[in-house]
């Protein structure tokens, strides 16, 4: 009798990683761009109470906000799909982050680098969570705006934690950072 070669397929593992940062550094970008499936958002119009709450400054053209989460998921291989949970990036929302967080495996912090100051809260997050993280740096308009050193100095993190550059709108740049996410993640556990 033949062996049905389907039946002897397992699942992939499914992996929980949290796709974090500050308001309008491009977690809902790099979520849409790597699911392999139609996004899960959360986007809300901006209203003009929170343009005086959220600094959209650098990011004028920043109509719209996540109010609760964005997901997606994308299958690294017959063994390993990533289930992708994007969370809101303002202040005002970061009760939500404890419960995207549970379960997870590690996080992506995705920061920009023109707007340091807003990615210290999710770095400490992470820190004081002791979940491994990687640092994305997103390329906004090709061009990293300091050096990776200088980066590493301003949010205070070690070597020990990686730092990368990518383009949360381009597919591959996007997951290449998730795969040094899970690169950190395997590394930790064989510790």
């Known amino acids: 009798m033949a062996t049905d070669i389907a039946s002897d397929r397992r699942a992939p593992v499914p992996v929980k990683i949290v796709v974090a940062g500050g308001f309008g550094v491009g977690k809902t970008t790099a979520v849409g761009s790597i ?17 005086d709450v959220d600094d959209g400054g650098l990011v004028p053209e920043k109509s719209t906000t996540t109010v609760a989460m964005d997901f997606g998921c994308i299958t690294i291989d017959e063994s390993l799909k990533l289930y992708l949970f994007g969370t809101p990036g303002q202040d005002r ?36 969570l ?44 996007v997951r290449d950072a998730l795969l040094a996410v899970l690169d950190r993640t395997l590394g930790r556990a064989q510790r």
Do not use: K
């Open 93 to 128: 929302f970061g009760f939500m982050w404890d419960d995207l967080a549970n379960g997870a495996l590690g996080a992506l912090v995705i920061v920009d680098s023109r707007r340091l100051d807003d990615c210290f809260p999710a770095v400490d997050y992470f820190e004081q």
């Open 35 to 51: 699911s392999e499936i139609s996004p899960l958002t959360t986007e809300a119009v901006m209203t003009s109470v929170a343009a």
């Open 130 to 173: 002791e979940l491994p993280f990687v640092v994305g740096v997103n390329m906004f308009d090709g061009e990293l705006h300091h050096e990776f050193d200088a980066i590493r100095w301003a949010l205070n993190i070690d070597e020990a934690t990686a730092l990368v550059s990518f383009d949360a709108r381009d597919r591959l740049s």
